[in-house]
């Protein structure tokens, strides 16, 4: 199972955003953090926003801000609310032309697995993703000034 981009740029942006706290961000300043297309992400934020995951405040002193507190933010209930198809062959979709779809047991095999997918992530919030190494992320996100000190500690 692949996770389009959408959903990764998602994850991204919403871990980014609760990393910040209430510091509100840009999209340019998120696109250049992560190195990823303005475009692309215009359009993910805008779905997040509409979504209720986070909130766009237009003008001069706007931003981004998350819409919910991290600990109340599913990863299960993103994945499901930006992926638009998580049928993972043929035969979980509605043309299914599969010959062999009324003998097959392959659909009920990988809808067990990918309802365990999908359980596991029920189990976390955009709050475990920060934990103990948000002061790591804080520094790869460039969101604090790094010591030469912290720059040579290897990563945990």
């Known amino acids: 199972m692949h996770l389009t981009n959408f959903t990764d740029y998602s994850l991204r942006v919403l871990i980014y955003l609760a990393v910040k706290g209430e510091r509100r961000s840009t999209i340019s ?12 992400l215009m359009k993910v934020v805008q779905e997040l926003n509409r979504l209720g995951y986070l909130t766009a405040i237009r003008g001069k002193h706007g931003g981004l801000l998350l819409g919910r507190a991290p600990a109340d933010i ?19 979709g509605d043309h299914n032309a599969c010959v062999i779809s009324p003998a097959c047991r392959l659909k009920s095999v ?4 990918l309802g365990a997918f999908l359980a596991v992530l029920d189990r976390y919030t955009l709050a475990d993703m920060l934990g103990p190494q948000r002061a790591d992320l804080e520094r790869l996100l460039r969101l604090v000034e790094s010591s030469p000190e912290a720059e040579s500690l290897p990563a945990s």
Request: hydrophobic share 40%; glycine share 8%.
């Open 74 to 92: 599913s990863l299960g209930a993103l994945v499901r609310d930006t992926e638009r198809d998580l049928g993972l062959v043929e035969c979980f």
């Open 110 to 113: 990988l809808g067990e697995a």
């Open 29 to 40: 300043e998120i696109a250049e953090r992560f190195d990823i297309s303005r475009n692309h």
